[in-house]
């Protein structure tokens, strides 16, 4: 016990005596937070329309006003569609309507017209929701249509028409910005300990003080568990301080438990430190450590759900996602703010999560050796 | 109890197709300073590495102070002190910061030891606040001493203390090794300079692996047995290969500004030679006939 003690003050005093630690970790959350939560923005604010109205009608200016009342829409308009192509391939287009002659005419002959819309799908998200969000405005438009039509077509105005009220729960106003900040969390510690406990151990091989370690008495899991702690405490310790910013920030909700959440984030943290442990002890080197955990750290991240959620992924992708330590751990971090879950709701996740931990860190321990 | 501190039989230790150490065995007495002499790559550091439990021997055994190193290799790590080639504390912490850090690793504390390292340790006392990365090469060694002496171990291994050190600090160093004799502490430590090799007890002169020779310095010296000349004229260069060409040449090594040559008449007769090197326009010639040194052993040990 009292070694693993020296190991720990040791420890300590080895990271606030590194002049890059401290502004490591207190900038790093801040600049994470602010910068990716306002840059990774999932909303469409501005898509640039361009219309090309050949019709010139009374529908279809009321079909381009109905785009230019939406707030998601700049809308221009063109005379050709060559020139509007011309400027979707300078990328300033978004999506071209095209409106084609005797539009209103065959809207009221033939009771059925059509339009024509190009959307510039160099991004497939963007292309996607820009062709939702058009879809709605149409579609809106065409109920206007067959209501205001009444008087002129009677059978028609008898349908009755179906409101949808929508209720978002646990994120009522939609705001993406809760949702993102609360996984930035979730990177933030995972960043902080795996990097900082894989580079730590390493180091000491790389330097050569592991040599003057191995010939003491010190035992494998004192050594483990002083270079663990630690970093246990200063990720626990970002967490907060995320939290915090987060909260005073982007007003994120804190409905559950903070014991609960931090005691989650200790048994998840238990496992990405063994796996910094465990690289190090395979890796010979700083540069080796970085490769293989930034390796790592983008796969999982990537699938965690941070961005797009794991249920849509496809199935293989779900099955590899159980090994996904941040994939659970996103879950229960969004469980516990926004959806306020208590223990109860989130045992699954816990037991998963300890089984890592075990798991992982005993496969630190076993691979350490003090003799080559 | 055995008069042996460490005994060493029949090791050897292969990485891959380069067997670093073939089949070693010595006896170490208690109390002793014993020496692995010879170049790098002989398989001293190998050694070493392996009775400090570092390494695992492919065949043999070893006992340190009775303790099998493969068997009981976490009593040997009480009782021992390492210090490696390489610096290797805490470049990060303070002197003090290292010292302590050790000490409480081997559940002791500096005040309980100082006795110890007194001598050492109080040289580098005054920068006790100052980052070990930030001292100088003699003082991180005899910090790496006092690190490696503050749990009293009985068997202290040294390997290459002195490489990179400057020679004042090199007999400085050797100075404390022999105060520590007082204190019945083993002491093996192996060095490639020849010259540090007549300040052990007893040496092992190390080649490519093997033991070419086990025995105190000047009984080493004993074993040369020709006569050996230091030569010396104004063309150095000139005279190495003259003398390489002479017809009763038996053995011409360059050992600094002299040139130690052997014959294989084995007479203390010099003229015939002086003849040679005035034929062959040398000037200034001094021929002188001297006691062979460790490294004069070594490099005709190394030739059989």
């Known amino acids: ?372 | 109890m055995s008069e042996y501190s460490v005994i060493i039989s029949n090791i050897s230790k292969s990485y891959g197709d380069v067997s670093a150490v073939k089949n070693i065995s010595v006896n170490i007495k208690k109390g002793e300073l014993f020496g692995l002499i010879g170049p790098d790559g002989g398989g001293k550091t190998t050694l070493i590495r392996i009775l400090t439990t570092l390494l695992k021997t492919d065949t043999g055994n070893a006992t340190v102070e009775g303790f099998d190193i493969l068997k009981e290799y976490k009593k040997i790590r009480q009782i021992i002190g390492y210090m490696p080639g390489r610096f290797s504390l805490y470049q990060d912490l303070t002197v003090e910061e290292n010292l302590s850090f050790f000490a409480s690793v081997f559940g002791t504390t500096i005040e309980k030891n100082y006795a110890l390292i007194k001598d050492i340790y109080s040289h580098i006392e005054p920068f006790k606040k100052r980052k070990a990365g930030d001292l100088s090469g003699g003082m991180k060694q005899k910090l790496a001493l006092s690190c490696a002496l503050i749990h009293k171990p009985k068997v202290l291994f040294l390997d290459e203390p002195t490489t990179g050190v400057d020679a004042v600090s090199r007999k400085e160093f050797w100075e404390m090794l022999k105060n520590l004799q007082q204190y019945q502490i083993t002491i093996i430590v192996s060095t490639p300079y020849m010259d540090e090799a007549g300040l052990c007890d007893r040496v092992a002169l190390m080649q490519q692996g093997k033991i070419l020779s086990i025995d105190s310095p000047l009984n080493i010296s004993k074993q040369f047995n020709k006569t050996l000349f230091s030569v010396k004229t104004e063309n150095k260069f000139k005279l190495l290969t003259d003398l390489r060409n002479y017809e009763n040449m038996n053995s011409v090594n360059a050992f600094g500004q002299y040139i130690h040559y052997t014959d294989l008449s084995n007479s203390n007769e010099t003229n015939k030679l002086e003849e040679y090197l005035k034929v062959k326009n040398h000037t200034v010639i001094k021929i002188k006939k001297i006691n062979p040194t460790i490294e004069d052993c070594f490099i005709e040990l190394m030739k059989q």
């Open chain 1, 1 to 372: 016990m009292r070694t693993i003690l020296t190991i720990i003050q040791k420890e300590f005093i080895q990271i606030f005596r590194n002049k890059t630690m401290l502004p490591i970790i207190f900038i790093v959350p801040v600049v994470q937070l602010l910068v990716l939560v306002y840059a990774a923005n999932l909303e469409m604010k501005s898509i640039d329309l361009v219309v090309i109205d050949n019709d010139i009608s009374s529908v279809s200016s009321k079909l381009i006003s109905k785009f230019k009342g939406s707030p998601f829409f700049k809308v221009r308009s063109s005379i050709s569609l060559k020139d509007a192509e011309n400027e979707m391939k300078k990328e300033d287009a978004d999506v071209i309507m095209l409106i084609p002659q005797n539009f209103e005419k065959k809207l009221i002959t033939e009771n059925a017209s059509e339009i024509q819309l190009l959307f510039n799908a160099i991004n497939g998200t963007t292309a996607s929701i820009s062709n939702v969000y058009c879809r709605m405005i149409i579609s809106g438009f065409n109920q206007d249509i067959i209501l205001n039509s009444g008087n002129l077509y009677p059978e028609l105005a008898t349908f009755e028409t179906i409101n949808i009220e929508n209720s978002y729960w646990y994120n009522p106003k939609l705001d993406y910005k809760i949702y993102m900040s609360s996984g930035i969390l979730v990177i933030l510690v995972t960043v902080i300990s795996m990097f900082l406990s894989g580079i730590n151990l390493v180091r000491e091989k790389e330097i050569g003080t592991i040599e003057q370690i191995n010939v003491t008495p010190i035992k494998k899991y004192h050594f483990i568990i002083g270079k663990l702690i630690p970093f246990l405490i200063i990720a626990l310790f970002e967490l907060a301080f995320g939290l915090v910013i987060a909260k005073l920030v982007f007003s994120l909700p804190i409905l559950g438990s903070l014991w609960l959440l931090f005691g989650v984030a200790a048994i998840f943290l238990i496992t990405t430190l063994g796996l910094g442990l465990f690289m190090s002890t395979i890796a010979q080197t700083q540069q080796q450590v970085m490769f293989i955990a930034f390796f790592f750290m983008l796969v999982f991240i990537l699938m965690s759900g941070i961005f797009t959620p794991t249920e849509s992924m496809p199935d293989w992708a779900q099955k590899v996602n159980y090994i996904n330590p941040i994939a659970w751990f996103m879950r229960v971090i969004r469980m516990i703010l926004l959806k306020g879950s208590g223990f109860a709701q989130i045992k699954k996740e816990i037991l998963i999560l300890t089984v890592y931990g075990i798991s992982v860190l005993s496969m630190a321990v076993w691979r350490y050796r003090k003799t080559s």
